[in-house]
């Protein structure tokens, strides 16, 4: 009997040094469709990611700016859920942040082209306006546990810290046991110095991040609504979870997907916990398998399944002892576990 999946598309941040060369090392196959993707960007006057992903060193002042992350981490996320066995029957699709742009096209709701249009073009929109920053903060102690008291303290910090003369802090990811924040510096320094540091790198600046999913996006939605065009979008052929936790299944309306996509996301929070929910409780897939490029978006998807006690995996320890059984979340970013389903 076949297994069934929920495919998960990771976002910014996740294309590191050791990553550089990811798209070579795993898909010499569809370096058509890299060429593609290309000559776009050639026609843009930008960088090929051919030779971003088969250079030499890896620059973090380079490689994390909006309009050559998005892109390259599109490119690479796409080509491995290709890559993934027929045998496994692909039940639904989610992403984080980004990789919403890349789940679209994982559910052939747009065409791999397509879909790299709307992403370098919101890339390039987010490097170009470059409106706030991010940092993310855990939740969650070391064990996994839910500090219900604790997350929600940091909540009401947060909404205290907004309420300030000149400071803006919203919270831009629900991402497993970590909290994602945006605002403008002003802002998500007064949370910095308000919190206690943990394990020694938390709070931690993301860097070349705007402040994805808040209102300050505005001015990034607007502009990527008069540059592209809602023709891009096409019915899914497999059902889609949004960044609410909500399905689009074949056949819905389009206008709506196409608002969720160029309006609603870009400015809303975008609670990745909520489609993991969703994706293990309306789909009850074997398998939760997250495209690479790299594996940190892992941790919060095996977060959120702790976090929704997932046939009773509501410990760091038992969800450990269940993957070490029967492995139910499988990380293509680690070689072990992408020979798995390849």
């Known amino acids: ?95 984080n942040s980004m990789g919403w742009y890349t789940a679209l096209a994982a559910a052939q709701a747009v065409t791999p082209v397509d879909g790299f249009t709307i992403v370098n073009t919101m890339g390039a929109l987010m490097q170009e306006y470059s409106i706030g920053g991010q940092l993310i903060y855990p939740f969650v102690d070391e064990s996994w546990q839910d500090n219900t008291m604790n997350r929600q303290a940091l909540l009401e910090l947060i909404a205290n810290i907004d309420t300030k003369p000149d400071h803006t802090l919203k919270l831009s990811i629900d991402l497993g046991g970590m909290l994602v924040l945006a605002g403008n510096q002003t802002g998500l320094s007064t949370f910095s110095s308000s919190v206690p540091r943990l394990q020694e790198r938390f709070p931690m600046t993301l860097t070349n991040h705007a402040a994805f999913h808040t209102l300050m996006q505005e001015p990034v939605a607007l502009a990527g609504r008069e540059r592209l065009s809602s023709s891009l979008l096409k019915s899914p052929s497999i059902p889609l979870i949004d960044g609410r936790g909500h399905i689009w299944w074949p056949e819905s309306d389009l206008s709506d997907l196409w608002g969720y996509t160029l309006n ?73 576990q992408r020979a798995l389903v390849t």
């Open 1 to 95: 009997m076949n297994k069934t999946a929920v495919i998960i598309c990771p976002g910014r941040g996740t294309y590191n040094a050791t990553e550089l060369g990811y798209f070579h090392t795993h898909h010499q196959d569809k370096l058509g469709m890299l060429s593609e993707f290309d000559r776009l960007r050639e026609q843009q006057n930008q960088q090929l990611l051919s030779d971003l992903d088969s250079a030499e060193r890896y620059s973090v002042s380079r490689y994390t700016r909006g309009d050559i992350a998005s892109p390259l981490i599109y490119a690479c996320s796409l080509a491995d859920t290709l890559a993934i066995r027929s045998d496994i029957e692909i039940v639904a699709v989610t992403g």
């Open 264 to 336: 609603t996301q870009v400015v809303e929070t975008y609670h990745f916990t909520e489609a993991i929910r969703t994706a293990a409780q309306e789909f009850a897939p074997d398998l939760f398998i997250v495209a690479g490029p790299g594996n940190t978006l892992g941790g919060a998807v095996a977060q959120s399944l702790v976090l929704n006690d997932w046939h009773g995996m509501n410990s760091k320890t038992k969800f450990v002892e269940s993957q070490q059984a029967d492995p139910c979340l499988i990380s293509m970013g680690m070689m072990q």
